[in-house]
């Protein structure tokens, strides 16, 4: 049974350049959610995706965006991309509308120089 | 919003020993997992336990959710154990919430 996949495991860019990072739910999971993890500290969420439409948003500014396709896996794009961009992206699964058991893939540590 | 407080920030302990990790929030939600970061950044789910007790060898973790805590034990620690643990609450908007974390250094 294949797990959360994401793509691709690292990545460098610079300032003021846009990102798209992937992520494939375990099979039978409708939801899909995003965090990212500075050094440090415990990972923040970004997004929760459930059935293609957007369920939460944290606190992230509007150069964050994400979406989901109809075979659940989804995509987080940032544009503009700061310094501060610089972290660890943790996409997580569970089955149902409402948060439940979550489930991670292994990250894409993105470096912005 | 909810304030999720772990501790200790950082325990160091030899191998073969015990020891407790305690996460408090601060107001009611609907479920809590505890996670076990590995070198590589990868999260293990550890315990999804919205309330009661569980069992998994040597680790078990108790949720008192009327007293808003958790606790996570670790009986006979290994070196592979080393890593940070994260307990992570689900508020009713179900914007995930995690605390920062309790690293954890097992000597051999």
């Known amino acids: 049974d294949t797990g959360v996949t994401q793509s691709p495991t690292h990545l460098i860019k610079t300032r003021g350049q846009q990102v798209t990072l992937r992520c494939s739910p375990i099979s039978g999971h409708k939801s899909v959610s995003w965090y990212q993890q500075v050094l440090g500290q415990g990972p923040q969420f970004i997004f929760q995706y459930y059935e293609k439409e957007e369920r939460g948003r944290g606190n992230f500014p509007d150069r964050f965006s994400a979406r989901q396709f109809p075979n659940y896996s989804s995509e987080l794009n940032v544009n503009a991309l700061l310094l501060g961009d610089s972290a660890l992206y943790l996409c997580a699964s569970s089955q149902g509308q409402h948060t439940g058991e979550l489930f991670f893939g292994e990250g894409s540590r993105l470096t912005v120089l | ?108």
């Open chain 2, 1 to 108: 919003g909810i304030q999720v407080e772990q501790s200790p920030p950082d325990l160091i302990l030899q191998e073969g020993a015990n020891s407790t990790l305690r996460c408090n929030f601060s107001d009611s939600v609907n479920n809590l997992q505890w996670f076990h970061q590995n070198p590589w950044g990868q999260l293990i789910n550890l315990f999804y336990i919205p309330s009661g007790t569980k069992q998994n060898g040597r680790l078990s973790a108790t949720t008192v959710a009327t007293e808003r805590y958790s606790l996570l034990y670790i009986s006979s620690s290994q070196t592979t154990d080393s890593g940070v643990y994260f307990c992570a609450v689900d508020p009713p908007d179900d914007k995930i919430i995690f605390g920062k974390g309790t690293r954890l250094h097992i000597l051999p």
